[in-house]
């Protein structure tokens, strides 16, 4: 129930907020919420247009003779709602990265340390399964 009444809560929020706020700080407010609003639906577009259709091709792609899918209405919109809320939080990362940009060097250095080892594990990873 709270995300259906979130939009509201968000309205007067922003309304109790608004005339605190200098005319830059209501341009930058703006922009971040028009960013964060264009990126989240982008990706629920790509999730239910490119990812979503291929999940679902791929479970298909199991069925045999004696395997028949059986793809419940709930199951399917549960999936897809939580793929969609999924992925647009995802697509939240660019704004995540900004602002750890715009802090300072420690916050870089923050995100970019964990990355670097990620990526390092992942390669490890994909050399020891390579040789099996």
């Known amino acids: 129930m709270n995300i ?19 005319e830059n700080e209501r341009r930058f407010v703006r922009s971040i919420v028009w960013m964060t609003c264009g990126l989240f639906i982008a990706g629920v577009v790509f999730c239910l247009g490119i990812c979503f259709p291929l999940l679902v091709k791929f479970g298909m ?30 697509f939240q990362f660019p704004l995540v990265t900004y602002a750890l940009i715009r802090a300072d060097i420690v916050s870089q250095l923050i995100l970019g340390v964990p990355t670097y080892l990620l990526f390092e594990a992942g390669l490890l990873a994909a050399r020891r399964f390579k040789k099996r």
């Open 4 to 22: 259906v009444c979130s939009p509201c809560i968000a309205w007067n929020l922003w309304k109790f907020v608004l005339p605190g706020l200098y």
């Open 61 to 90: 792609s199991f069925q045999s003779e004696t395997l028949q899918p059986i793809f419940g209405v709930s199951n399917i919109v549960t999936l897809a709602l939580w793929l969609s809320l999924a992925f647009g939080c995802m």
